[in-house]
């Protein structure tokens, strides 16, 4: 099993910059794609960013497309979000977990587990 801790959220006005880590300790973390996640209160849980297992390889939602980055630095058992130009619609608990199988990647939130206990992103306008 794998345990996963966020940190780096806040609040952040408009147009700012935050970078959030998720930091692994536990089972091979190298093995397994790592995804970012968030929820906002009365909204369905989104997927944001999933960094396949040697990080060759990130899917992005549409949404955050062209303004979130996410690396990871296996050495490290370190994971990265860096979130730019933010925006209101971004505020969210986000929530970093690992994929269940190894060397596999998907977006499917049902397809990961060992969640974090998330961070809070809000971005005031």
């Known amino acids: 099993q794998v345990q996963l801790v966020e940190s780096g959220g806040g609040l952040v006005q408009a147009g700012g910059s935050l970078r959030l880590t998720c930091a692994a300790s536990?089972?091979?973390?190298?093995?397994?794609?790592i995804g970012w996640f968030r929820q906002a209160p009365g909204k369905e849980r989104e997927t944001v960013a999933v960094?396949?297992?040697?990080?060759?390889?990130?899917y992005y939602a549409e949404s955050v497309k062209g303004r979130f980055t996410s690396s990871r630095d296996n050495a490290k058992n370190t994971v990265y979000l860096q979130m730019n130009s933010l925006k209101p619609e971004d505020t969210a608990l986000y929530y970093c977990?690992?994929?269940?199988?190894?060397?596999?990647?998907?977006?499917?939130?049902?397809?990961?587990?060992?969640w974090g206990q998330g961070t809070q992103v809000t971005v005031s306008s």
């Open positions: 536990g089972r091979t973390f190298s093995s397994y794609s």
């Open positions: 977990a690992a994929q269940k199988t190894p060397y596999r990647i998907t977006m499917d939130s049902d397809d990961f587990d060992s």
């Open positions: 960094v396949i297992w040697n990080g060759a390889y990130t």
